[in-house]
């Protein structure tokens, strides 16, 4: 099946620093998504990308489907970006495949 | 509604018992999608519907476990005869198209099998 694998695994940062979160997967797909995991465990959907570049406010993505990885681009981080983050990759040749990588735990300090 | 709305929050039954497990979807969202995330386990895809159709059903676990949506709304899964495994956090959200259009997450329901 498709592997899907984030690095790195764990992220300590200062405020107002930036960071990249790395998203590999195994085969080709058809639609990729970043979530957010807030410390009280509600998920938020950041992206639908399954190719090309989108931004929103100081997060962007970028999709390299032809290399099979995923980059999430954090801005000047904010304490309220913490939490773990997800990608997921969705295949939909033959069977419904969706998968979740194992997540980027990030914790912005003060 | 406003949001994706999930009932129980929180739900801890015996080993053997039957769940149901409700999900209320944003209003006029066609697209619904379950989820579990246990301890250890991370996060995995269940099932999705397209309206009141789910295209592929091979992501549920076993045998035990069945969804089913009516009128394009809301939506029950149901786990009979819970097993202690089958303890985690049984999250729902709904799209109003496609996967990239206005995914919205409930909050989710815990499930505990004791």
């Known amino acids: 099946g498709i592997q899907v694998e984030q690095s790195p695994p764990d992220l300590i940062l200062q405020e107002g620093a930036n960071s990249t979160l790395r998203c590999n997967f195994s085969?080709?797909?058809?639609?990729l998504q970043w979530f957010h995991q807030n410390p009280w465990g509600q998920l938020i959907n950041l992206f639908y990308?399954?190719?090309g570049t989108k931004q929103n406010g100081r997060l962007s993505a970028t999709t390299v489907a032809t290399e099979r990885y995923s980059l999430l681009y954090i801005s000047s981080s904010q304490t309220t970006d913490s939490g773990v983050y997800f990608c997921a990759v969705v295949k939909t040749s033959g069977t419904y495949k969706y998968i979740f990588g194992t997540g980027t735990r990030l914790k912005v300090l003060a | 509604g406003a949001g994706v709305s999930q009932s129980p929050s929180n739900k801890v039954t015996e080993k053997g018992k039957d769940v149901e497990l409700r999900c209320d979807p944003i209003?006029?969202?066609?697209?619904l999608y379950w989820y579990r995330q246990s301890l250890g386990q991370g996060l995995e895809f269940l099932i999705y519907?397209?309206?009141?159709?789910?295209?592929?059903k091979s992501g549920l676990p076993s045998d035990r476990f069945s969804a089913e949506r009516t009128g394009g709304s809301v939506s029950t899964l149901t786990i009979q005869r819970t097993q202690q495994e089958d303890s985690a956090v049984y999250l729902c959200?709904?799209?109003?198209?496609?996967?990239?259009?206005?995914?919205?997450f409930g909050s989710g329901t815990r499930l505990t099998v004791v």
């Open positions: 959200a709904s799209s109003s198209g496609g996967i990239g259009y206005g995914y919205t």
């Open positions: 990308i399954p190719s």
């Open positions: 519907f397209q309206g009141n159709s789910a295209p592929d």
């Open positions: 085969d080709s797909v058809n639609n």
């Open positions: 209003s006029g969202h066609t697209a």
